[in-house]
C-alpha cells in the first residue's frame, strides 16, 4: 500500500506543485467580521442572497434562537436544558482527530484507534467522513477548517490519477488523503487515494457529490459567497458534473455505478444504479445550481443540470418509489411486454420480488429502494439514500412523510437497539456468498451488511427536523446516548436489533462523534437544517401515474 502511495505521490505531490493561488484563497474568510454579528442579527434570507437562483431559496420555518457564544461548543452554549454531558466528550474527540497541513486544520481523521492493530487507512481524512464534522465546525461557528478541507481537496482534484495504466476522469475527488510529516526537512506533503490504494480499488463516485454539497453548506452557513465564487470552485464544481452528465448509452438518466462506490465501499450487490448515489448525485446537482455562476463556461452546465434534475426525478419518483399499492402492482405485473405502451417497463419478474418485502411493507409508509435496472430490482431499504432523498426533496412531501412513518412502523427493524442500519435486511447463506463474494467482514447483521451506524443519526436527525417530526430523532439520539461514550464511539453495531459492537468496529470512529453532535445541535436549534436540506422546487413536474407515462 506504502509503494502505491509513493508512486502516486512521487509524481503529484503537493510540496512539488506550485499552489496555484490558493494561498490568496486560504487567507481568513471575510466573513470573520460578518460572524462579530450575532446570528439572530443577520436574516437567513440575507445568507442566502446570491445563492437563491431559483432553486435554492430555502426559509426554515424552525428558526428559534441563536448561537450565543462562538468559542463555546453550540450545545453546551444553550441554557434551556443541560447538555448531555456525552457533548463536552465528543467535542474533545472530534478536535483530538483534526489533521493539519502547514499548520493549518485540514480535515479529521476516519478513527483515532489506538488499541486497533491494524490501521489501515483510518489514519486518513476521508471526504464522506469528514462531512459530519464539517457540519459540526459550521455549526459551531468554526468555517475556516472547512475552507481548507474544500481548497485542499480541490488540490488534489487537479492531480493526473492513474491505476495501473488507466488514467482516471480529470473530475474524481479522491476518497481520502494523509498528510505526511518528514520531521526532518520540515516538509508535509499530501497525499491521496483516488481508488488506487483502496481495498478492491473501488472507485469513490460519491466524494465528489459530497465535495459539492458540502460547498454550498460552507457558503449558506457562513454567507461567505466568495470561496464557491473563485474560478478554482467553478471548475471543480463543472470537473465532477462532466462525469456524471456526459452522454453515452444511457437508457436512464440515474447513474450507472461499479460496486463499492459510497460509503458502502466493497460488494454488496449496489452495482447498478445505488440509491445512495442517485440521491447524493440529485442533491450535488441541486447545489450546483444554486452555486455555479450565469457566466459563459456555467450558463451551459446550468442547462444540462436542469434537464437532469427534471429527468432524474421523474423516474426516481416513478420507479424507485415502493409502497403498499406499488408492491401489489408489481406483485400482479405481466412480464414481456412489448413497446411504449409496456406498464412493466423493466420486465421485472414477480417472483424476484423476495419473501421479506410482504412483511415489512406496512399498510402506512414507503421507501426508495436500492436499485432499479432491466429485470432487476434490489428491495432492499438503504438509510443514507432515504435520508438524502427527503433532505435533497428527491422525494415529495407525500414521499417524505411516508418514509418517516416506514421508519416509525419498522422501528425495530430499522432502528433497533442502535440508530440506524445501513441497509435492511440483511443477506445471509448462499445469497451472502455470490452476493459478496463471501465477505468475511460483511457477513450477516454486520457492517455493510445489515449493520448499524451511528453516524447515520444525524442524517436521520436531519430528515425528522425536515418532516416537522423531531420526536423520532429524540428517541434516536436517546438510544445513542445510552451506549455511544460507554463503547467508546465505535464505526459500527452488529446483530438484528444493533446490540452488540461491530466485530471489527474501529473505535472512536470520527463520524460517529461528529454525527452525534451535529444531530444534537440539529435538534436544540433546526435552524442548522438550511445548510444541508433543500426545499422543494415547484417547478419540478409532479409524478403521473405509471400507466400513463409512456406519453410523456
Ligand atoms: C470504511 C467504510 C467507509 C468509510 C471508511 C473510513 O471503509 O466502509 O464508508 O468511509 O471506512 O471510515
Redesign the pocket.
Known sequence: MDCGLRKVSSHCSISEIDDYDLSKLLEKPKINIERQRSFDERSLSELSIGLARGLDNYEPAYSFGGRSGLNTPASSARNSFEPHPMVADAWEALRRSLVFYRGQPVGTI??YDHASEEVL??DQV?V??FVPSALAFLMNGEPDIVKNFLLRTLQLQGWEKRIDRFKLGEGAMP??FKVLHDPVRKTDTLVADFGESAIGRVAPVDSGFWWIILLRAYTKSTGDLTLAETPECQKGMRLILNLCLSEGFDTFPTLLCADGCS????RMGVYGYPIEIQALFFMALRCALALMKHDAEGKEFVERIVKRLHALSYHMRSYFWLDFQQLNDIYRYKTEEYSHTAVNKFNVMPDSIPEWVFEFMPTRGGFFVGNVSPARMDFRWFALGNCIAILSSLATPEQAVAIMDLIEERWEELVGEMPLKICYPAIESHEWQIVTGCDPKNTRWSY?NGGSWPVLLWLLTAACIKTGRPQIARRAIDLAESRLLKDGWP?YYDGKIGRYVGKQA?KY?T?SIAGYLVAKMMLEDPSHLGMIALEEDKQMKPVIKRSSSWTC
Open positions: 476516519a478513527a487507512n483510518y476521508f464522506r467522513d476518497a481520502s460509503m458502502i465501499d466493497r455493510h464505526e474501529r470512529q463520524w
